[in-house]
């Protein structure tokens, strides 16, 4: 048996070497990228200053220093707020979003529309922060094309750039439009790697368009959906730290200001990089415990998950 086990793990690499060449690019780049810098961890638990090294003579260990003044910091609640508000706010509002287009582009039976509006959805994702930030700051201004716009059906604004309240909304509404038809490509591969044969018994039985998507593709979907879930639950504590550096300025802090936003700000930029360190590490800790329960939840209730 194990010369047979042997075998055929020989013939496989044999028969698949091209494909292992072509991963190893890449399994490359992602231990250069991903793994190596993981050592970096241990500045954490050290009081690290730029050039002094890692380990050795020289170093000052300060155990839960760092993590113990991010989570009495004064700023912490408001951040863990805003952090938590904003992704919520990105899940109700943006979740669905690419769901639905990926149904309603599924139904268009003419290919060149289809095509065509398929193109224009994915742009957004293509343009830079620096470029959609500059487009959004321009169009809330106070003589910008929103407040004309609103003007115009008699609601006058003012200063929507500086509005705590309305802020993070029109930060919300650009992610979702920046990503919403990229997100949908999966959902899209998914929808054609559907049976046609389901549809066409569903046809013979009678059954509508929407109920076709009720008990055939929605349910063909969910899988996919699901995985999603976790994984946008497993960063609510993350957020798009370039683009809101972009666009927010200090009269919203008390809006905006999310964990990213706040260790560039106090700990890039002020050079406490052990500080900066330790706040990274807690935050992947939890966001690890949120992918972990939410898999358990979906595991339990759905039978779908990561692992």
């Not at 730029?50 to 170093?59: D, E, H, M, Q, S």
């Not at 899940?91 to 039976?109: D, Q, T």
């Not at 997100?183 to 049976?195: E, R």
Request: glycine fraction near 6%.
């Amino acid at each position: 048996m194990a010369q047979k086990t042997k075998g055929l793990s020989r013939r496989d690499r044999s028969d698949n070497l091209q494909y292992y060449l072509m991963m190893l690019p890449v399994i490359v780049m992602i231990i250069i990228f991903c793994y190596l810098p993981l050592f970096g961890i241990i500045i954490s638990f050290q009081d690290y200053r730029a050039g002094r090294p890692f380990l050795g003579a020289g170093v000052k260990w300060v155990g839960l220093k760092w993590f113990r003044e991010f989570v009495t910091s004064y700023y912490f609640p408001r951040i863990i707020r805003n952090t938590l508000r904003i992704n919520l706010l990105s899940l109700f509002m943006g979740f669905w979003v690419p769901i639905v287009f990926a149904l309603m582009l599924n139904e268009l039976r003419q290919e060149r529309y289809k095509k065509t509006i398929q193109t224009v959805s994915y742009m957004p994702h293509f343009i830079s922060n620096v470029v959609i930030a500059g487009m959004v700051i321009n169009f809330v201004a106070d003589d910008g094309i929103i407040p004309k716009l609103l003007g115009m059906i008699g609601v006058s604004v003012k200063s929507l750039n500086t509005n705590n309240a309305v802020f993070p909304w029109i930060y919300v509404i650009t992610t979702v439009w920046q990503s919403f038809g990229w997100s949908s490509i999966l959902y899209l591969s998914t929808l054609s790697a559907i049976d046609p044969v389901l549809y066409e018994a569903a046809d013979i039985d009678g059954a509508k368009r929407g109920q076709k998507i009720w008990y055939i593709t929605l349910p063909q979907m969910l899988p996919l959906i699901m995985i999603q879930l976790i994984l946008r639950i497993g960063s609510m504590l993350t957020s798009n730290r370039e683009l809101i550096l972009l666009m927010y300025n200090s009269s919203i802090y008390e809006s905006m200001d999310v964990i990213g936003t706040y260790v560039y700000r106090d700990a890039l930029q002020g050079g406490r990089y052990s500080y900066g360190a330790a706040c990274g590490l807690l935050m992947s800790i939890l966001s690890f415990t949120l992918v972990f329960i939410s898999n358990k939840v979906s595991a339990k209730t759905t039978d779908f998950s990561l692992w």
